[in-house]
């Protein structure tokens, strides 16, 4: 980055700042007072330098503090994408660090500024913020006085805690196409999805369906804790594959219905694990009743069934809810995959990890300052942009 001081035919000094990288040259006029015209001195520069990696220069502001004049430089990828701001001086040609952030969770702090005649506000749009398994992403504000101590900090529009509960039900064919170990992994896969979101806000159910359907446990037996054992007590149905009165049965008597433990404001879905093509037809529009009480829908097709039913039965978008194996032993390979998708309905933390690195809160990722009258009294606001 260069600065460079100009000057005016009334001797009044403008700031005109030019940050470089690499092959791009960025310049930026910002007049501390008002001037007919100026020259650009190209001889003899001011320059702070800093390590490119850290994104040196990616905001720059012009300011004034009693007769001292300074440049604010942001550098949001200092520090491992901690973030830094500097106050630059020409009388001093030095940079010095502003004071970090207190919380070690802020990230890419200096990405956003305001400067005023009497303070400095540098915004990070990246301060994870978890309660009970789930992550939200918020910004924060530092505010620097003339001296460059911080002095306040704040948030804007932050996400309280809040509990996002899911009702979750498993409907498994239990149809003759299957033997009894394939029944059995069936059953596995369920009981390992249940015990690795035990944690979570989700309740779960699950229903075995062939000619006959069969609720297996509902979402009272899951928090009572007895869904595991009637899980394993199931007896295989043996015939046929009925999957779209499944479907109307798990509205009726599970998701849509309280005395199943069910929540009336939850976020509903259902996972379908089948293998073979129904034997009946969905004569009472059951995937549009779904749809039209936003059920997501996701479906496991294994051996015979097709691509295209199983495609047919999820949730829009169907390709990324529809799965597909050749034999029950690939539930195992589907296990993390689901998870996640299953985390995120919930917005768990756990399901956000690596994702999240590179994603920023709207709230901090701008930040202005401005003058406003209240009768004759002049006050100064910040105002962050969302």
């Not at 002095?151 to 239990?174: H, I, M």
């Not at 199943?260 to 694990?273: E, H």
């Not at 691509?307 to 999820?314: D, G, I, N």
């Amino acid at each position: 980055m260069f600065v460079t001081q100009t000057s005016s035919s009334r001797m009044e000094t403008l700031g005109l700042i030019l940050f470089m990288w690499e092959r791009s040259t960025v310049s930026l006029a910002s007049p501390v007072s008002l001037s007919g015209a100026f020259n650009v001195d190209t001889e003899h520069p001011l320059r702070f330098n800093s390590t490119p990696d850290d994104f040196f220069g990616y905001s720059v502001y012009q300011t004034e503090f009693g007769n001292r004049k300074q440049i604010i430089v942001g550098a949001p990828l200092q520090g491992n994408s901690t973030g830094q701001i500097y106050s630059c001086t020409a009388d001093l040609q030095s940079c010095e660090q502003l004071q970090s952030p207190g919380s070690e969770s802020a990230r890419f702090f200096g990405m956003s500024a305001a400067v005023s005649s009497a303070a400095v506000t540098s915004c990070s749009p990246y301060v994870p913020h978890e309660c009970d398994g789930n992550s939200y992403l918020n910004g924060v504000c530092y505010q620097f006085n003339s001296s460059s101590q911080a002095v306040s900090n704040f948030t804007a529009a932050y996400q309280e805690c809040t509990k996002r509960e899911v009702n979750l039900v498993f409907l498994f064919d239990g149809s003759s196409s299957m033997k009894a170990h394939e029944f059995q992994m069936n059953k596995d896969f369920i009981k390992n999805i249940m015990k690795t979101l035990s944690n979570s806000s989700i309740k779960f159910a699950a229903v075995q369906f062939s000619s006959d359907i069969r609720t297996v446990f509902d979402f009272n037996d899951y928090q009572n804790g007895f869904a595991e054992e009637k899980l394993k007590n199931e007896a295989h149905m043996k015939s046929l594959t009925n999957t779209y009165r499944a479907i109307n049965y798990v509205l009726n008597n599970l998701l849509n219905n309280v005395l199943s433990g069910a929540n009336p404001s939850a976020v509903k879905a259902l996972v379908i694990i089948t293998d073979g093509e129904p034997s009946d037809n969905d004569n009472r529009n059951v995937l549009k009743t779904c749809d039209e009480q936003n059920i997501l829908r996701y479906v496991i097709g294994v051996g015979k069934v097709t691509l295209a039913t199983v495609t047919q039965l999820a949730s829009a978008p169907k390709d990324n809810n529809t799965f597909y194996i050749q034999q029950y032993s690939g539930l195992q390979g589907l296990l993390d995959n689901l998870q996640k998708k299953i985390y995120n309905i919930e917005g768990s933390k756990e399901a956000h990890g690596r994702d999240r690195q590179r994603e920023l809160s709207q709230s901090g990722f701008s930040v202005i300052s401005s003058q406003e009258r209240d009768g004759k009294l002049k006050r100064g606001n910040t105002r962050v942009s969302r």
